[in-house]
Each structure stands twice: as C-alpha cells, then as structure tokens.
C-alpha cells in the first residue's frame, strides 16, 4: 500500500512539473493566455473560453482573429475578427456585433493571434484568481485529506499475547 501511495504521489509531482516547464517554454516564447469576458464574438469565442495567444508573425488580414490592447484600462485587451487592414490602420469587428469597431489600430497594439481555445475553462481560472476562490479550495483539499486519514489512516496492529 505504502508503494502505491508513494508511486501515485511521485507520478503527480512528474506531471506538475512537467506542466510548469511547459508553461515556462510557452510564455518565454510569447505565447499568452486570456479569458473571453464579453460575448461580441459568438459563437467563435463563448465568454468564459480561454484564447491561447501566440504572436503574430507578420501583417494581419482581413477574416484573421487578433488579440489587440485598446486603452479603457491598464490590463485591457480585445479578441476580434480584423475587418480591413491598410495604410490607415487596423479595423476589427466582433463576429456577434452589427458594425465594426469605432476604433483603429496600428499594428503595434496587437499581440497576437488564437492558435487554441478551450471552451469554458476560463471561468475555473478566473474563480481561482479570486481570494475567495483559492482559499475554498485550499479548505477543500484539506478537509478531504482530513478525511480521507479520519477514514483510512494508519491503522495499529494488535499485538498478539504471546
């Protein structure tokens, strides 16, 4: 049983260390993760989805969905489908919005482009950035660790009289 536990302890700290090298390598690459707020891309983009960015390699086109910062706060970007490209600047448009954007970009304010998205996850991320989030489910884990030694601890042997 003791080889088990400590089997299955050492497989979960393999693969969460794998996983941390994996985000390291993907964000020193640029690669970025944002959380889908609002629905002016549906359906393409659900709020709560969460939009893998890479950056973008070269000049956008019209029809190719960017990740842009627009100025209505420090930590601000948008996710729209790119409605014309030229000399003048960059116009988006959600999929799910009658008109395009009132504003125009230039290409200095994008950072990139989708290569994945993952439907739904975002509202797990977002409820554990929270202080409130993380710290019910630290309560969590440890009241089922709790239990789980109330239930299955170590158990003594009796001796038997010799």
């Not at 959380?35 to 983009?45: A, F």
């Not at 440890?142 to 239930?151: G, Y």
Request: charged share 15%; with cysteine; aromatic share 8%.
């Amino acid at each position: 049983m003791k080889l088990l536990r400590r089997t299955a302890v050492a497989a979960l700290l393999a693969v969460g260390a794998g996983v941390v090298v994996l985000a390291a390598l993907a964000v020193s690459s640029g690669y970025r993760l944002y959380i889908v707020h609002t629905g002016s891309m549906v359906p393409t983009l659900r709020p709560g989805d969460i939009v893998v960015d890479r950056p973008v390699p070269g000049p956008v086109r019209r029809g190719e969905i960017i990740t842009f910062r627009y100025h209505s706060g420090p930590d601000s970007v948008v996710t729209h489908r790119v409605f014309s490209a030229g000399r003048t600047g960059i116009r988006t448009k959600g999929d799910a919005n009658p008109t395009p954007d009132p504003w125009v970009l230039r290409r200095s304010q994008v950072v990139g482009t989708p290569v994945a998205i993952v439907p739904a996850v975002g509202y797990v991320l977002f409820y554990l950035h929270e202080p409130s989030g993380a710290a019910s489910v630290a309560t969590l884990v440890l009241a089922l660790w709790l239990l789980w030694n109330l239930c299955f601890g170590a158990r003594e042997v009796a001796a038997e009289p010799a």
